[in-house]
Structures are given as C-alpha cells and as structure tokens.
C-alpha cells in the first residue's frame, strides 16, 4: 500500500504561485509514475501533470503548459507542483496519484484515472480574480 498527503494549498490571487507538495509512505514510490488531477465543483476529475519513475518524462494538460511545473524527489518520497501564473479556473480540490510497481505508462494511459491505483485526499486551491 501507498499512502499519498497533498499539502500546499491555499487562496491565491490571479497570477500568483503555489506549490504544491504530495509525501508518500508506505511501499516505495520510486518505480511509480506520480500524477496530479484535479476536480472542480460539478466536473469530472481531469489530468493536470503526470511524471515517470526517473523524471524524465513528464506529461502535461494543454491547459498547464508553461506554467506548471512537477517534479519529484524519490529520495524524500515527495512529488512537487510548482503553479505560476494561476488562473480562476485553475480552482480545484488537487490530488496526487501513483500508479502500481513499474506499470508501463504513455500517452496512451497516463492521463486516465484508471492508471493510478493510489490517490491522496487532496488540497483545495482556489484562485481569486
């Protein structure tokens, strides 16, 4: 089992930064891919980012590009989001994710829920206009 806790958010004005931060315990989170989804009020959860077991491939929502940014620390168990620029619209509950041991991740897959087996409780962010 792996146990997720997002941490980090807050109300933010438009245009400001947050930093997002998901510690993981239990079985080791460094051959997972770790992804972060967000929900907001009345829609369905959607894929933001998502970053393979390495780091070295990373995945993003069109809407995220260029302003956010993950990345992850295996030695500390944590994976990071690091938001600039914030929009109203980026007002969601965040949830961090990691999929099972070595599970072959790609375009194909990784922006499904289906693909992530564990999931934290999430982190209220909400952006004021």
């Known amino acids: 089992q792996v146990q997720l806790v997002e941490s980090g958010g807050g109300l933010v004005q438009a245009g400001g930064s947050l930093r997002l931060s998901c510690a993981a315990s239990?079985?080791?989170?460094?051959?997972?891919?770790l992804g972060w989804f967000r929900q907001a009020p009345g829609k369905e959860r959607e894929f933001v980012v998502a970053?393979?077991?390495?780091?070295?491939?990373?995945y993003y929502a069109d809407s995220v590009k260029g302003r956010f940014t993950i990345s992850r620390d295996n030695a500390k168990s944590t994976v990071y989001l690091q938001m600039n620029s914030l929009k109203p619209e980026d007002t969601a509950v965040y949830y961090c994710a990691a999929s099972t041991n070595f599970r072959t991740v790609s375009t194909n897959n990784v922006y499904s829920t289906a693909t992530y087996d564990y999931w934290g409780q999430g982190t209220q962010v909400t952006v004021s206009s």
């Open positions: 970053i393979g077991r390495s780091g070295g491939s990373t």
């Open positions: 239990g079985r080791t989170i460094s051959s997972r891919t």
